[in-house]
């Protein structure tokens, strides 16, 4: 059974960072792909970053590039997303999904996710 916890997420001004962890947990854990995604109110979820399970391969999505990071440790189970000069459109539920051989643009056919961690941007 394979379980993600996102934390990291709070309230912050506009051009600040911020950073959230993914922590898997499981048998297969560190061999998961994974992703982050955001849903706002009123808005269709948007996979934002994505990373293979070696890391070597990642996606960003247009309207984030520049500005996060996804990175991986393995030897940790845990998938962090750096995000920097946060802008008040990137408020969201930000959530974490995982899952065996998928490649970093399907990322939202994971079969595993987390429960979601607010992220406030204040402007």
């Known amino acids: 059974q394979v379980q993600l916890v996102e934390s990291g997420g709070g309230l912050v001004q506009a051009g600040g960072s911020l950073r959230l962890s993914c922590v898997a947990s499981?048998?297969?854990?560190?061999?998961?792909?994974i992703g982050w995604f955001r849903q706002a109110p009123g808005k269709e979820r948007e996979c934002v970053v994505g990373i293979d399970f070696s890391g070597t391969d990642t996606y960003v999505a247009d309207s984030v590039k520049g500005r996060f990071t996804i990175s991986r440790d393995n030897a940790k189970n845990t998938v962090y997303l750096q995000m920097d000069r946060l802008k008040s459109e990137d408020t969201a539920v930000y959530s974490c999904a995982g899952d065996l051989g998928l490649s970093t643009v399907v990322l939202q056919r994971s079969r595993y996710w987390g429960q979601g961690t607010q992220v406030t941007v204040s402007s």
């Open positions: 499981g048998r297969t854990a560190s061999s998961l792909a």
